[in-house]
């Protein structure tokens, strides 16, 4: 069962979650040091974080740099109340996303999103090496390239994060600097990620497909059995899988696949708002699940994030 930590200072955050709780295992926290100590006691590997009821004892920015740096798995979902195109709110979300929050959530929302969103963020924190090296997390230096990185449409390369992570802590602004000046390599890399999209809504299929030559590397299929071809062909890093295929219901094709492609991370797409569908496709060996219709951006930010786990993967070995 997947855990969660409520870290608030309102009760009506928990009346949603004590909804969840057949799903879920639900903790509570209304100070920092109480939601440190309970993630460091349970092994929570997902934060909800009020910034509408922030805890007393540290700053919301603080809270969420200080918790990612104790956990680096730990995926944080940061709710803020709605606004508007004039709000003073918009800054604070892109600071947000910066201390390494993996999504916010605007409230009012219903239970039902927040089951989706939180089915995402537990498939993203069974990806994320726990530990990197005993003195640079992906909070800091690193953190900071792979974000600026994944903003330009770009993964860091393995010896540029071997070069952080050997360098030593006082040139560390100095290097990360020089690697976000210097992008050929990394776009060169991003160029050599294969995606594969398997969808059978033509119109869609051309998008998907224009959208990942632009970017990466790779190809398209109408169906299951098309998609499997192309597969034995040659090998994939990403694949676009849409659950309502002709031939086959995308969930069945996930374990063909990784059989023919283990390596592969599969992306589901669909129409479909259901945290157990989410929760099935994930126990059959998705990565990740994406709901039509979505955005172009967000998909590349996906595909990048899987490409960068394998990476980071190979350099915590």
């Given at each position: 069962?997947?855990?969660?930590?409520?870290?608030?200072?309102?009760?009506?955050?928990?009346?949603?979650?004590?909804?969840?709780?057949?799903?879920?295992?639900?903790?509570?926290?209304a100070?920092?040091?109480?939601?440190?100590?309970?993630?460091?006691?349970?092994?929570?590997?997902?934060?909800?974080?009020?910034a509408?009821?922030?805890?007393?004892?540290?700053?919301?920015?603080?809270?969420?740099?200080?918790?990612?740096?104790?956990?680096?798995?730990?995926?944080?979902?940061?709710?803020?109340?709605?606004?508007?195109?004039?709000?003073?709110?918009?800054?604070?979300?892109?600071?947000?996303?910066?201390?390494?929050?993996?999504?916010?959530?605007?409230?009012?929302?219903?239970?039902?999103?927040?089951?989706?969103?939180?089915?995402?963020?537990?498939?993203?924190?069974?990806?994320?090496?726990?530990?990197?090296?005993?003195?640079?997390?992906?909070?800091?230096?690193?953190?900071?390239?792979?974000?600026?990185?994944?903003?330009?449409?770009?993964?860091?390369?393995?010896?540029?994060?071997?070069?952080?992570?050997?360098?030593?802590e006082?040139?560390?602004?100095t290097?990360?600097?020089?690697?976000?000046?210097?992008?050929?390599?990394?776009?060169?890399?991003?160029?050599?990620?294969?995606?594969?999209?398997?969808?059978?809504e033509?119109?869609?299929?051309?998008?998907?497909?224009?959208?990942?030559?632009?970017?990466?590397?790779?190809?398209?299929?109408?169906?299951?059995?098309?998609?499997?071809?192309?597969?034995?062909?040659?090998?994939?890093?990403?694949?676009?899988?849409?659950?309502?295929l002709?031939?086959?219901?995308?969930?069945?094709?996930?374990?063909?696949?990784?059989?023919?492609?283990?390596?592969?991370?599969?992306?589901?797409?669909?129409?479909?708002?259901?945290?157990?569908?989410?929760?099935?496709?994930?126990?059959?060996?998705?990565?990740?699940?994406?709901?039509?219709?979505?955005?172009?951006?967000?998909?590349?930010?996906v595909?990048?994030?899987?490409?960068?786990?394998?990476?980071?993967?190979?350099?915590?070995?």
């Amino acid at each position: 069962m997947d855990k969660i930590i409520n870290i608030s200072t309102s009760d009506a955050f928990a009346t949603v979650f004590n909804g969840l709780s057949e799903r879920v295992a639900v903790f509570s926290a209304a100070t920092a040091a109480e939601a440190l100590r309970l993630i460091a006691d349970h092994h929570i590997d997902i934060a909800f974080v009020s910034a509408m009821d922030p805890v007393p004892d540290l700053s919301l920015h603080s809270l969420l740099t200080t918790l990612k740096s104790h956990r680096p798995s730990l995926q944080m979902i940061v709710c803020f109340k709605g606004y508007d195109a004039d709000s003073k709110d918009i800054p604070d979300v892109v600071s947000y996303i910066k201390t390494g929050v993996f999504d916010v959530l605007e409230w009012p929302s219903s239970p039902y999103e927040l089951m989706w969103l939180i089915g995402r963020a537990a498939t993203a924190a069974q990806l994320i090496p726990v530990a990197m090296t005993p003195t640079v997390d992906l909070n800091g230096a690193l953190h900071r390239l792979i974000s600026h990185r994944h903003t330009e449409g770009m993964i860091v390369t393995e010896s540029e994060i071997r070069q952080v992570l050997e360098s030593p802590e006082a040139a560390l602004d100095t290097v990360v600097a020089d690697l976000m000046a210097d992008s050929v390599s990394a776009r060169q890399a991003t160029r050599t990620i294969r995606v594969l999209s398997i969808e059978d809504e033509p119109t869609l299929r051309e998008m998907i497909y224009d959208f990942i030559r632009a970017t990466f590397s790779g190809a398209a299929a109408s169906d299951a059995r098309s998609g499997m071809d192309l597969i034995g062909r040659d090998p994939f890093d990403v694949v676009l899988l849409d659950i309502g295929l002709p031939d086959m219901f995308g969930n069945e094709a996930i374990a063909p696949i990784k059989e023919h492609n283990p390596d592969a991370d599969i992306v589901i797409l669909t129409a479909y708002h259901s945290y157990e569908l989410i929760k099935a496709t994930i126990a059959n060996g998705a990565v990740d699940y994406m709901v039509k219709p979505f955005e172009f951006e967000e998909l590349r930010a996906v595909i990048l994030r899987q490409a960068q786990q394998k990476i980071l993967a190979r350099c915590a070995q």
